[in-house]
């Protein structure tokens, strides 16, 4: 549909949890480090995205995973870094104070081996300038053998109720992609007291070199993201949308988005923003491509900004039972 409309050029700004967003555009967690090193790319201005999502941080330094640590596959790559962080303290008080501000929105990412971890992690959060903290369930839980917090609905739910309890900024979970039924864990989320979710984190996958009969990443297992995940986020993110849509609870769209129509694609399935990290490696700049393109169609559509355009999406009437083959 291609409406002329009068009036001002649209805006691609937006509100997101009570907090001003430029672009519908923040730069994904551990695609980006602590931001610093980012603003280096020549051209690049921090004005031009929302939000940007500093490196997984934990109570205590971690060196990371052995190599390698990341690898590239057909549409995409597997990554295990291991959460390589200088710790929360130094993050708190050496890297935050060189961020600005002013330019745009910075979101913590908070990881744990225990459910202590997570809530003390988010308590020193607290006592800074972050304007977010985004919680990383997909962390194993070492209590439990090892299963990632995320993919319980349960174990999900008690990380972001003991983070809600030590904070009153916006949180904002991540939810990962390999369980079950994630409408659940979206649920039990809310319920906890999150404010806002992401939608998706990686999905686990490995690569093998079959001359040595050996696994190519040194941790064995890595998650996959870019282009291949894309069409399994969207439906991650149209089934969560069905849940917090309702509630009024934004979700952060992610998973393989390189370009415009990838963006609007995710805006549409449900989500209030949308998230590039892989795509930063192809193209650095991505997000000013980006943003000129939403703007673009907005105006093609007669739309003022993405608020009309989020979960828009037209489903077809009852098709009977949802069997695919
Ligand atoms: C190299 C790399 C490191 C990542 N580190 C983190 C992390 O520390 N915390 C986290 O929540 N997600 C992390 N992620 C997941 C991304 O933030 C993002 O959710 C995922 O890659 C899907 O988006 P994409 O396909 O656009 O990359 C990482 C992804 C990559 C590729």
């Known amino acids: 549909m291609t409406t002329a409309r009068n009036g001002p050029p649209p805006s691609i700004a937006s509100s997101f949890c009570g907090l001003h967003f430029a672009s519908p ?45 990341v690898y590239e596959t057909p549409m995409g790559m597997l990554n295990a870094i291991g959460l390589q962080n200088p710790g929360v303290e130094h993050v708190v008080s050496s890297i935050l104070p060189a ?3 002013g330019e745009t929105r910075f979101i913590a990412n908070v990881c744990g ?21 985004e919680i990383n369930i997909s962390c194993p839980n070492i209590k439990e053998g090892g299963v990632a917090f995320g993919n319980v609905p349960e174990m999900s739910a008690r990380v972001v109720e003991a983070c809600r309890k030590v904070t009153g900024k916006p949180i904002i979970t991540k939810l990962s992609p390999n369980q079950t039924d994630i409408q659940t864990n979206a649920r039990y989320c809310i319920e906890a007291g999150s404010d806002a979710l992401a939608v998706i984190n990686t999905i686990m996958g490995m690569a093998i070199d079959a001359e040595k009969r050996q696994p190519i990443i040194g941790n064995v297992q890595g998650g996959l993201s870019g282009p291949a995940i894309k069409p399994i986020a969207l439906l991650k993110v ?32 449900g989500a209030s923003a949308v998230g590039i990290g892989t795509g930063l490696f192809y193209d650095p700049l991505l997000c000013r491509t980006i943003n000129s393109g939403i703007g673009d169609y907005l105006a093609r559509h007669g739309l003022e900004d993405i608020s009309g355009l989020i979960g828009s999406l037209e489903l077809p009437g009852p098709t009977g039972a949802p069997e695919v083959c």
């Open 238 to 269: 149209h089934q969560v949308y069905q849940v917090a849509g309702p509630l009024g609870i934004p979700i952060i769209g992610q998973g393989g988005i390189c370009d415009t129509n990838d963006a609007l694609e995710f805006i549409v399935a």
């Open 25 to 69: 555009i923040v730069l994904l967690s551990g695609c980006v480090g602590f931001g610093e090193e980012y603003t280096r790319i020549e051209g690049f201005s921090n004005t031009d995205v929302g939000g940007v999502v500093l490196k997984g941080t934990t109570l205590e330094p971690r060196l990371g995973n052995p190599p390698h640590r």
């Open 113 to 133: 081996s225990t459910i202590d971890d997570y809530a003390e992690v988010t308590r020193r959060f607290d006592d800074s300038p972050i304007d977010a903290i």
């Open 99 to 101: 961020l600005d501000f």
